[in-house]
């Protein structure tokens, strides 16, 4: 049970990771997008990212339950690591996007 969570904090966590670098791209390649289009995927970031972290705590708290027989420790180690990095790029996405709201209001 806990390997299973274990594997979907990993996935979720890659998920939050690569979701704003893939938008960004996205909108280089787009004549019909601009750089601030990205923001949009800020939320999906943030939820995969929470989302990873907790399934990462749930199956490292089943793999102490059952004393490390459920060898799901690497897995929800890398997830809880992939998602806590989703969350920072989410985090320092939000921050940027409001000093440009800031600066864009000064003017």
Avoid: E, N
Avoid at 71 to 86: E, N, V, Y
Avoid at 89 to 94: G, K, Q, R
């Amino acid at each position: 049970m806990g390997s299973r969570r274990a594997a979907w904090s990993v996935v979720l966590g890659v998920l939050a990771t690569v979701t704003l670098p893939a938008a960004i791209a996205a909108t280089r390649y787009s004549s019909s997008f601009d750089l601030l289009h990205a923001g949009f995927a800020i939320p999906v970031a943030l939820v995969a990212g929470v989302g990873a972290v907790v399934l990462a705590q749930r199956a490292r708290a089943i793999d102490r339950a059952t004393l490390g027989r459920d060898t799901s420790g690497k897995a929800a180690t890398w997830g809880r690591s992939l998602g806590i990095l989703g969350l920072c790029l989410a985090v320092s996405a939000t921050i940027s996007i409001a000093v440009y709201g800031v600066l864009m209001a000064a003017d």
